[in-house]
């Protein structure tokens, strides 16, 4: 800051104090307007996690009140988390990306492990420590946004060029993704990769290299679709669930019923049909159903708010980074988590097909729950960051 010094002398004293002109006034001016900014927009960020959380368990406990006890258990270890990445360098996983993504890896293909990985519903997505579950793929999600604002911060003049400065990260990042798929999670997988090239778009991929992804990935995308039967039975059942009503269209039948019932203002907290025996997973992916049914057409739309203030305000956050890495790690963040929920709303609403994507911070669900408090942690951290700077 430049100052214009000023000596004054009186009969007793010398004093020396500084004068700052107008230019840097104006700069003090700016400064002090942003950090307000900043501070609104960390509070508006810290408000809608609140809020969703609050609804989250208080739904979570009417639905099963087992639950919704754990989601409170996870929740305290979730803000424990919180709380460091708050306070923790975010260049600290720029530092350690590389032990971050292999021991990811590792802990992918444990799961993959007969007898080492936990199957349930022939799903084998989990690694079992005494009572304790945690699902690698959820911390999958997150290390690809570590890795991808890691390697591409470092790719501003190659990025332009497809084999050096796409290619490398483009191998890695489908490596992971399809151990994710192998457990088998398609739904997760497409939603890694879908936010992998929003990622490269950002860091300035050329359009036509986008298309090419693109089509690559929808061509890749059917074919895994179809390789699994189940998969095409819940395309078929989003197309026609009548066909099917005791079937595969079961879901959608009784979720859309969910929505006829709770109307405007909901059958009331705690009074929903649905949840005991109508719809399965009522307190994981389909739990916006039943917030519609009880809490109406109100608390639905208002659960779409609060993800559509949190997705401007981290993209508000992204836009003011000083650099390209945390500009790109905080709009990962932001994009995976808004990706997520509106994948999960869309299929409740019978938008999508079934998906098995839960609803990020109202969904039952320890590991994701930690992880994306552990997230919000780094958005608040980047933008304390800025402050700083």
Not at 17 to 33: G, R
Not at 119 to 148: C, D, H, N, T
Not at 214 to 241: D, E, H, K, Q, W
Request: hydrophobic share 55%; charged share 10%; net charge positive.
């Amino acid at each position: 800051m430049r100052h214009i010094w000023r000596f004054s002398i009186s009969l007793n004293k010398i004093s020396i104090f500084p004068i700052i002109d107008n230019k840097t006034k104006t700069v003090i001016s700016l400064q002090n307007n942003n950090n307000k900014s900043l501070l609104t927009l960390d509070i508006a960020l810290f408000a809608c996690i609140v809020i969703l959380i609050g609804i989250g368990i208080g739904f979570l406990y009417s639905a099963n009140r087992i639950f919704g006890f754990r989601q409170i258990i996870f929740l305290s270890i979730g803000v424990v988390f919180f709380v460091l990445a708050t306070f923790l360098n975010c260049d600290i996983y720029k530092h350690l990306i590389k032990p971050i993504v292999i021991l990811t890896i590792i802990m992918l293909i444990l799961t993959l492990i007969p007898h080492v990985g936990v199957s349930i519903k022939g799903a084998s997505r989990w690694l079992g420590f005494g009572s304790f579950r945690f699902q690698p793929s959820e911390l999958a999600k997150m290390v690809v946004v570590f890795y991808l604002a890691a390697v591409l911060s470092d790719k501003e003049n190659e990025i332009t060029d497809f084999m050096h400065g796409i290619m490398p990260p483009l191998i890695m990042t489908v490596f992971i993704s399809m151990l994710v798929f192998l457990e088998p999670d398609f739904s997760t997988t497409f939603l890694m990769l879908f936010t992998a090239l929003v990622l490269f778009y950002l860091a300035g991929m050329k359009i036509s290299s986008l298309i090419i992804l693109i089509l690559s990935g929808t061509t890749a995308g059917v074919g895994m679709l179809f390789a699994a039967p189940y998969r095409a039975r819940r395309l078929f059942a989003f197309l026609n669930p009548w066909e099917e009503p005791l079937g595969s269209g079961w879901h959608y039948i009784q979720s859309m019923k969910c929505f006829a019932l709770g109307k405007f203002f909901g059958v009331g907290i705690g009074e929903s049909t649905q949840k005991t025996y109508a719809l399965p997973e009522a307190h994981n992916d389909y739990i916006f159903a039943i917030i519609a049914e009880e809490g109406g057409i109100i608390f639905a739309i208002l659960i779409v708010v609060l993800f559509a203030a949190f997705t401007i305000i981290g993209l508000l956050i992204a836009r003011r980074s000083r650099d390209r890495y945390t500009y790109l790690l905080a709009s990962g963040i932001t994009m995976i988590i808004f990706f997520q929920a509106m994948t999960n709303i869309a299929v409740v609403v019978g938008m999508l097909p079934s998906t098995g994507i839960t609803l990020p911070f109202i969904s039952s669900g320890g590991t994701s729950l930690i992880i994306f408090m552990y997230a919000i942690g780094i958005l608040l951290n980047i933008s304390r960051r800025q402050k700083r700077g």
